[in-house]
């Protein structure tokens, strides 16, 4: 194995464990604690693949932003008979046999995948040579600008959304 | 393969409908703060949307194909006839909420705000050339749908309505990214024209990996059209939500998820027909039995109406299948006759609906042509088209659709669906007999207002008009598609 | 052209005030409306049969339904000697059965709303009449279904009614839906619903064959079939006849307007009308003309056995509309559509005439409970006996020309043809029993009710009673228009009529087989009257008058019926008992074990299936996770 | 080098445990995160493939996905609050007022 085949391996076993443990913690908060470890694997995960501005938004947005949320929710609910009771459903072998089937059949597909068609310009010297923010924010400021606005009202709907949804409204 | 590209202010103009609304909705919440009278806020919403309409119609003429935004945006006939379906469901879902609204107490500017959004989502679907502006199209609208389908956020049936269609919804909207990046991996782009000729010069038709990710993307498509097995939402929520969203709901993001579905299985996946059809085949079957069979037992007119929902998806996917643009008119055609009489049942139901009164159980409409006799023959009008019975605008909408499944040669499909539409008569007719076949149990009043009045004398009208004259209509779609 | 738009016209205008206007404002005066709409309708089809007779036929497009790209369905209306015979019956019986129903439904709280939807009736049963094409035909088609469904549950009160329109309504379902895939294949095969274009080239398509599941099948014939499919449901043919006695819970008006004289007979109506197709498949004619044959039998066996007066009636319609297809099924749509019309009077005074009985002895139904009404009921009792004389096909009655015809051109039609002559002529004996069965049982011998039905026993007013003795008219004389060429040279005049739409039957016998055939059904006829003559009457006063007036003959004859009726103890009755339990049987447990089978079934897996819709969300998740899993396992898997 | 497959078979693998926690877990909480894991690992296919494929497309979605995921826990929270203040649990077996 080569270096950066072991760095992937870490980085996927990490990743792999983190989410079992994430997925199984009785405690949300403890869930929520692992899911930071793992995103953070994620984020580096993407310098590995070169692509600091997401591993900076991964972490900042991620863990920042929504983690957080999360947290304050939960602690919001004050839910201290989560700990005794179970944590799974009733028929939750038939989850895990579903979703371990969907692991085979989606890894049988996809572990051939290596068909590439046309590369593109960016190569990693010619990101490298511009910075990948700058690279990133000129596409996404000329090319990808309408999807940008429309991501602007999608978060304008989510704050009405809240403010609609949780808010005390004087009747 | 990608360029780099200037964006001057002209390039804004095709988005003029979509910004309207946006600006419309901003507009409305604002006004929300200083009008007392909601009357105002909601008309507002609606002369913007007519505004938005008027764009739609005048910017570069109804059929003519443009394209903006480095080819993510296209205005052609095809998304300006399913943005007329969504400026017409907007309107009519104001007319009908205005009162009921009230009754809820959720009559806010949020509330016609969230409408806007949703159907600017829509009309971004509609539009969408490419998978992320796809994507994001989509998620304004489910997003904004989830809203409103909690918005009575004091019933408690609405709060879970609201949060099975949120997890469902963001489940679905995994599986729609999954697909998305499964297409990008193989194609090396998401525009679908691209996406097409990388099919063909890659030689991916055949490609498992490639069929998965179309697989994953028909799952999510399927989820917002409630086809089965993707459906499992659909009752509850229509039955949860406050009955006018219910009608938003089972028109708009259902017709928004045809637009999406049509486009990317005819302008991206033409290639591998054969194989989507394949998948679509037992899925509308399923769709069509599951909802015409269930249906049958049900007691809850709303629920029942989301049973009849997904029966009438499944016999729009029909059309779908056929892979011909035949067979796609056909179900853009269904569509807008849907929207029609959707809208109309439901507007009956919600007349019902006052101060401490549900009006959800069939057993409520005992007796109704007594009391009411036009409300019951609107509602005979309705079920009727729903139905299918001639010469009401379902019964054409189900003809040109079974139809074109012949033509295409899947006999046997058709003659599924004419079974299952058989069936169907039962519980559409069964609201009928109780109308008029039964003693009221109760003296049931009606909660009139006149845009209420409005929206029933033209979903009415255009049941009737469309099914006697329908070829307004068809040539309209025919036009809308063919260019 | 206004002429003709105003037939349909006018029902439906009348229909429109009635409903619109009824509850509040015209309420008891409702036939104020309707009557002279269904006049003035009937009026302008007699002038429409006169343009007609005159040698014009009207072919007249009303308006483009659908006009886009290469899909155009033009509507309109044709008025040839097949529709126009049509207008005649329907319009004229209409026109009868309204005026009785100002008498017959005086006092029924829904009284405008009675007539509202018989004026629909007429409007869709015209529409389904003088359509130029399928789709047309459809919408009357379906239409008159669902009025027949609203009136048969007319008095919903009444559990059973509601039950018989959702039992119509349901046997329906099962017809509509091959016809509707009927009308959807023609339209696909000649890219038009009109009948013109349809039948002129249905020559062009007769050997082509489609592909159902493997099995190449003749396009015409899977055409003919679908469309039989329609007429077996609307018709109350074997298999689906089962619904048609259960529709007499309707209003009696109802039930002599709609399931005798008009409506069932769309089916036959329909197959003559598309004759130029049938006439392509030897397969579906011979279809057509057992499902008659053996309805026509079939019926008439349970019959027998009925005690509601109105079932009689109900289930010597399905045998009489049996006979109807079986001569559609060998060729003779002449003399179908003569026994349509003849069947149309007689049979609507058996029911209105029944209607009076049962108004007569406030709504009992029950023939045991009868008896003896001759000399309270005199002119129901022989317009009774008229209807009977016809319908038995006693000569020179208008039964006898039309019943001879079909059995005589069935006769002509090869070994089936004889198989069904047969068929036909018991089925026409055991009709004669039933027939005086009834008429005995109902007006001879003793009163058998209660004492206070009595008391009250009486004749029915003008206004039923008009009405009933204008269609005995028509029982006696509908039938001199179709006289046998052997016996009046030009003497078939319908059948000569109906030649350029319907052909003239081909075959020629000789005149002695014709007097045979001839014969043979007279005989039958007399021979059912006096078994039951002698079954029902013989201990009452009457014949014994006759007995002593006639004093040799009748000890001949009694000895003679002695030894008949010791047959008929002995070995008829129970082999007839033992067959109407098998029949009946048959009909309760199989026929009806399918037809609410089904929908009970589908209840019943509606009621297990919804129970998969558990509320929880992580099983919908789990659903739409499998169904993926399952899509990508067999799609990629499997494949 | 590391081949794309890898990233592409973590990434499966990911995401069908995202699926497995969404529909075994009793916390509606919990079962949120599942999908915000399934989102993730979705992600990182989508840098994977945009590294290999040298295009920036699939940064970008990337990005995209990020914002809506924040907007989605937004009002995925909201409803859940709401629904807490009605009916106070967060127990997906005991959410199923409406069924049938």
Not at chain 1, 157 to 163: L, Y
């Amino acid at each position: 194995m080569t270096a950066p085949q072991l760095f992937f391996a870490y980085f996927a076993v990490m990743i792999t464990v983190l989410s079992l443990l994430m997925i199984t913690r009785r405690n949300p908060v403890h869930g929520v604690l692992w899911m930071l470890v793992l995103f953070v694997h994620i984020a580096g995960l993407y310098i590995f693949l070169n692509a600091e501005f997401l591993a900076a938004i991964q972490i900042i947005v991620y863990a920042g932003a929504i983690l957080v949320l999360f947290l304050f929710v939960i602690m919001l609910l004050n839910l201290k008979k989560e700990e005794t009771v179970k944590k799974f459903q009733k028929h939750w072998l038939v989850g895990v046999g579903t979703g371990i089937i969907f692991a085979v059949f989606s890894v049988s597909i996809v572990r051939k995948i290596e068909v590439f068609p046309q590369l593109g310009k960016y190569t990693i010297e010619a990101v490298k040579a511009e910075g990948n923010i700058m690279t990133v924010g000129k596409v996404l400021y000329t090319k990808y600008l309408l999807p940008f606005e429309i991501a602007s009202v999608i978060l304008l709907v989510a704050i009405i959304g809240a403010v609609v949804l949780a808010k005390k409204r004087i009747e | 393969m990608e360029m780099e590209t200037t964006i001057s202010l002209l390039d804004i103009r095709p988005l003029v409908p979509e910004l309207t609304m946006i600006c419309v909705g901003l507009i409305v919440i604002l006004l929300d703060l200083i009008v007392r009278k909601k009357e105002v806020v909601a008309i507002v919403g609606i002369a913007g949307t007519l505004v938005a309409l008027y764009g739609t119609y005048k910017l570069y003429g109804f059929y003519e194909p443009q394209s903006a935004f480095s080819g993510m945006f296209v205005l052609d006939g095809y998304s300006n006839f399913f943005k007329l379906i969504f400026y017409l469901n907007i309107i009519l879902t104001i007319c009908i909420s205005f009162k009921y609204m009230a009754i809820e107490k959720a009559s806010f500017g949020e509330y016609y705000a969230l409408l806007m959004f949703a159907t600017t989502g829509m009309m971004i679907m509609a539009s969408a050339a490419d998978l992320i502006v796809l994507y994001l199209g989509l998620e304004l609208m489910a997003l904004s749908t989830y809203i409103l389908a909690g918005i009575t956020r004091k019933r408690q049936r609405s709060n879970e309505a609201a949060l099975k269609y949120f997890f469902l919804g963001a489940f679905s909207s995994a599986f729609l990214l999954y697909g998305i990046s499964l297409t990008y991996g193989l194609t090396g782009t998401t525009n679908l024209r691209e996406i097409a000729s990388a099919l063909q010069t890659l030689d991916l038709n055949g490609s498992p990996i490639m069929y998965l990710g179309l697989i994953f993307m028909i799952v999510a498509f399927g989820f917002k059209i409630a086809l089965a097995p993707f459906h499992m939402w659909a009752p509850d929520v229509y039955e949860g939500a406050p009955t006018s969203i219910t009608a938003f709901m089972s028109v708009g993001p259902k017709a928004a998820g045809f637009a999406v579905l049509g486009r990317v299985l005819f302008g991206a996946f033409a290639g591998m027909q054969v194989q989507w059809a394949s998948i679509l085949i037992p899925m509308a079957v399923l769709t069509m039995a599951v909802g015409s069979i269930i249906a049958l037992a049900q007691t809850n007119i709303k629920r029942m109406l989301a049973y009849s929902s997904i029966a009438h998806a499944g016999y729009m996917l029909l059309g779908v299948i056929t892979g011909t643009t035949g067979g796609l008119m056909s179900t853009v055609n269904y569509l807008a006759i849907y929207l029609f009489m959707n809208i109309g049942a439901f507007a009956i139901v919600i007349m019902l609906r006052r101060e401490g009164f549900q009006g959800e159980n069939i057993e409520d409409y005992m007796g109704l042509s007594k009391s009411h006799p036009l409300a019951s023959a609107l509602m005979l009008i309705f079920m009727f088209s729903l139905a299918g019975i001639p010469p009401t605008a379902g019964f054409i909408g189900k003809f040109y659709v079974f139809m074109e499944v012949i033509k295409a040669g899947y006999v046997y499909l058709a003659i599924i669906a004419v079974a299952f539409s058989a069936i169907s008569a039962f519980f559409y007719l069964r609201v009928v007999m109780y109308i008029y076949m039964k003693d009221p149990k109760e003296e049931v009043v009606l909660t009139r207002s006149p845009s209420m009045s409005i929206a029933l004398a033209v979903t009415a009208m255009m049941v009737l008009i469309l099914g006697i004259f329908p070829s307004f209509l068809l040539n309209l779609v025919r036009y809308s598609i063919l260019g | 052209m206004l002429k003709y738009t105003l037939i349909p016209l006018l029902p439906f205008l009348s229909f429109l005030i009635n409903i619109l206007f009824g509850r509040n404002f015209i309420k008891d005066r409702a036939h104020w409306i309707a009557v002279p709409a269904v006049v003035g309708s009937f009026l302008l089809a007699v002038s429409a049969f006169l343009d007609v007779a005159g040698g014009r036929d009207i072919n007249v497009n009303i308006y483009s339904w659908i006009v886009s790209g290469s899909f155009n369905v033009s509507v309109g209306f044709l008025i040839d000697r097949l529709s126009a015979i049509m207008l005649i019956v329907v319009t004229s019986i209409s026109t009868l059965i309204f005026i009785y129903s100002i008498g017959y439904m005086h006092g029924d709280g829904g009284y405008y709303r009675f007539f509202a939807y018989l004026s629909l009736f007429v409007f869709s049963m015209l529409i389904l009449v003088m359509a130029n094409n399928f789709l047309l035909m459809y919408f009357g088609w379906e239409a008159v279904g669902l009025c027949s469904y609203f009136l048969i549950g007319y008095w919903f009160h009444k559990k059973s009614a509601a039950d018989a329109g959702k039992k119509a309504f349901i046997v329906n379902r099962f017809g509509d839906f091959g016809f509707g895939l009927g009308v959807i294949l023609i339209f696909l095969t000649f890219g038009s619903m009109d009948y013109m274009q349809v039948f002129g080239e249905a020559g062009g398509i007769a050997g082509q064959t489609i592909n159902l599941l493997g099995y190449d099948v003749n396009l015409i014939t899977l055409i003919c079939l679908l469309l039989f499919c329609g007429a077996v449901g609307k018709s109350a043919q074997v298999p689906l006849h089962v619904w048609l006695p259960d529709a007499m819970e309707g209003p009696t008006p109802v039930s002599a307007l709609i399931h005798a004289a008009t409506m069932v007979t769309a089916g036959v109506f329909m197959v003559a009308r598309c004759n130029p197709l049938f006439n392509l498949s030897e397969v579906a004619m011979n279809t057509v003309a057992i499902v008659g044959g053996v309805t026509a039998i079939f019926a008439a066996t349970i019959a027998l056995v009925q005690t509601d007066i109105k079932r009689v009636i109900a289930y010597s319609t399905v045998s009489q509309l049996g006979y109807m297809f079986l001569a559609l099924g060998v060729g003779a749509y002449s003399a179908a559509i003569f026994h349509l019309y003849t069947h149309a009077y007689f049979k609507a005074l058996l029911f209105l005439g029944s209607g009076s009985v049962i108004h007569a002895l406030h709504d009992e139904q029950n023939m045991q409970k009868m008896g003896g009404l001759k000399k309270y009921m005199p002119v129901t009792y022989w317009v009774f006996i008229l209807a009977t004389l016809s319908i038995t096909g006693i000569p020179f009655f208008s039964g006898f020309f039309s019943k001879d015809e079909i059995l005589w051109r069935a006769y002509l039609a090869g070994d089936l043809g004889k198989f069904l002559w047969f068929l036909g002529t018991l089925a026409a004996l055991l009709t004669a029993f039933y027939s005086w069965r009834l008429i005995y049982l109902t007006f001879h011998g003793k009163f058998r009710g209660t004492h206070e039905q009595e008391e009250h026993l009486h004749e029915s007013p003008p206004v039923i009673t008009v009405p009933l003795m204008l269609l005995a008219v028509g029982a006696v004389a509908a039938g001199w228009v179709g006289i046998p060429p052997i016996f009046a040279e030009h003497g078939d005049k319908i059948g000569e009529f109906l030649a350029p739409v319907l052909g003239y039957p081909e075959g020629e016998g000789t005149h002695a087989q014709e007097y045979f055939v001839m014969g043979a059904s007279i005989f039958v006829a007399v021979a059912g009257w006096i078994i039951a003559y002698t079954m029902y009457l013989k201990k009452t006063e009457l014949p014994q008058k006759l007995g002593a007036a006639f004093q040799p003959v009748y000890k001949l004859l009694f000895n003679k019926y002695y030894i008949d009726e010791l047959y008929s103890k002995t070995i008829v009755q129970p082999t007839l008992k033992a067959s109407d339990k098998i029949i009946l049987g048959f009909d309760t447990y199989i026929i009806e074990g399918i037809v609410n089978g089904i929908p009970n079934l589908i209840g019943a897996f509606s009621r297990k299936l919804r129970k998969i819709q558990t509320g929880l969300l992580s099983d919908y998740g789990l659903i739409m996770a499998i169904g993926a899993l399952s899509i990508i396992g067999v799609w990629i898997f499997l494949r | 080098m590391v081949p794309l497959s890898w990233y592409i078979i973590l990434s499966a693998v990911v995401f069908s445990i995202g699926v497995i926690g969404f529909l075994t877990r009793r916390n509606l909480i919990m079962t949120f995160m599942s999908i915000e894991l399934m989102l993730n690992s979705v992600n990182i296919s989508f840098v994977a493939f945009s590294h290999y494929l040298q295009s920036m497309r699939g940064q970008i979605i990337v990005f995209f996905v990020i914002a809506v995921a924040a907007a989605e826990t937004a009002i995925g929270l909201a409803i859940i609050i709401a629904y807490y203040k009605n009916n106070p649990t967060i127990k997906v077996d005991e959410i199923n007022l409406l069924k049938g």
